[in-house]
C-alpha cells in the first residue's frame, strides 16, 4: 500500500462543498469517483479541511492510500483527465504511511476578497465578493489586530458549531488592496469618479481587498464572519475597537454578519518538514 498526497484547485460555485454527501456533488465524491475510475479501487480520500458549498481552494492538500501499481508520476494528468473542467490536481507525491491530511496539518491560510470597486468584475466576480461603495481600508486593516493570538472566538463562529471549544489560535492577519484609479473606469472621471468618491465618501477608498487568515485551526464559518464584520467596519457601522469588544463577548449575535461563501478561498496548508505547501 502507498500513502499518496494531492494539491487540489477548484472553483467550488457549482458544490456543495469539499466532504462527502448523499448528493454525490461534492468535491470528495468527485476526487473518488476519478480515483476508481483510474484505479478501479473504492478509495476514501482524507482533505486538509472541510470548504462548505460555493467556496473555493487553491490549495486544498488530499491524501489515500492504495494498492495500485501505478507510476506516481501518472496519477496527476491520469485524474485529471477524469474530473470536471473545475476540479484540478496540481500536484501528486508519495508521503509517509502516517501523513494524514487533516491532523497533520500545521496551519492553514484563508483568502476572502472583496471587491469594492463600482462594478463586478466580470471575469473575476465569482471569486469576489461585490461591494459597490468603497470601504476604509485603514479602520479594517486596524481592526484585525486584535485577532492574533490565541481566543475564545465564540463571537466568530456559527451557532451550529459541534467543537467542544472554540478556542482558536490565528498565526498572521493581513489585508492587501489592489487599487482603483479614476482613469481605469469607461466614464468620465468628472462623472463618479475620484473626486466624487471623495465627497460622498471621505476617507474611503476603492478597490480589490484581499483578506488573508492563517491560523492552526479554524470554526464553522469564522473567516466568512471575521470578513462580514470588517465589511462593516469598512463602512463605518463599526469602529475599529469593536473587534476586540466583539471578540470578548464571546457571542454570535454582537458580530456582524457572514459574509457570502464566493468570496473564500482556501489558500495553502502548511506541514512541518514535507514542503508540500502551494504557493
Not at 486544498?60 to 508520476?73: G, L
Not at 481566543?151 to 458549531?161: E, G, I, L, N
Amino acid at each position: 500500500m502507498r500513502n499518496i498526497g494531492l494539491i487540489v484547485s477548484y472553483d467550488g460555485t457549482n458544490y456543495y462543498g469539499f466532504q462527502s454527501q448523499p448528493s454525490g456533488n461534492t468535491i470528495q465524491n468527485k476526487l473518488e469517483e476519478a480515483i476508481q475510475a483510474l484505479s478501479g479501487e473504492v478509495i476514501h480520500v482524507t482533505g486538509s479541511g472541510r470548504t462548505d458549498a460555493g467556496v473555493h481552494a487553491r490549495g486544498q492538500v488530499v491524501n489515500f492510500t492504495t494498492s495500485s501499481s501505478i507510476p506516481i508520476e501518472r496519477w496527476m494528468l491520469a485524474l485529471n483527465t477524469r474530473l470536471p473542467n473545475d476540479i484540478v490536481v496540481q500536484s501528486v507525491f508519495l508521503v509517509p504511511d502516517q501523513f494524514h491530511a487533516r491532523r497533520g496539518a500545521k496551519s492553514k491560510t484563508y483568502r476572502y476578497t472583496i471587491n469594492c470597486n463600482r462594478n463586478p468584475d466580470l471575469f473575476r466576480r465569482r471569486y469576489q465578493f461585490h461591494h459597490p461603495t468603497p470601504l476604509d481600508f485603514a479602520a479594517m486593516r486596524s481592526g484585525l489586530e486584535c485577532l492574533l493570538g490565541e481566543h475564545d472566538f465564540s463571537s466568530f463562529t456559527a451557532p451550529k458549531s459541534t467543537k467542544s471549544s472554540h478556542v482558536r489560535t490565528i498565526l498572521d492577519v493581513r489585508m492587501d488592496l489592489e487599487e482603483a484609479y479614476p482613469d481605469h473606469y469607461p466614464i468620465p472621471a468628472d462623472h463618479f469618479g475620484r473626486e466624487w468618491d471623495e465627497l460622498h465618501y471621505p476617507g474611503k477608498q476603492r478597490g480589490v481587498i484581499h483578506l488573508y487568515v492563517t491560523g492552526s485551526g479554524f470554526l464553522y464559518n469564522m473567516v466568512r464572519i471575521i470578513a462580514g464584520t470588517l465589511i462593516q467596519v469598512g463602512e463605518g457601522k463599526r469602529t475599529a475597537g469593536d473587534m476586540k469588544t466583539i471578540l470578548d463577548a464571546c457571542n454570535r449575535a454582537a458580530a456582524g454578519p457572514t459574509a457570502m461563501p464566493h468570496g473564500l478561498s482556501l489558500w495553502e496548508v502548511v506541514y512541518e518538514g514535507l514542503g508540500i505547501s502551494k504557493h
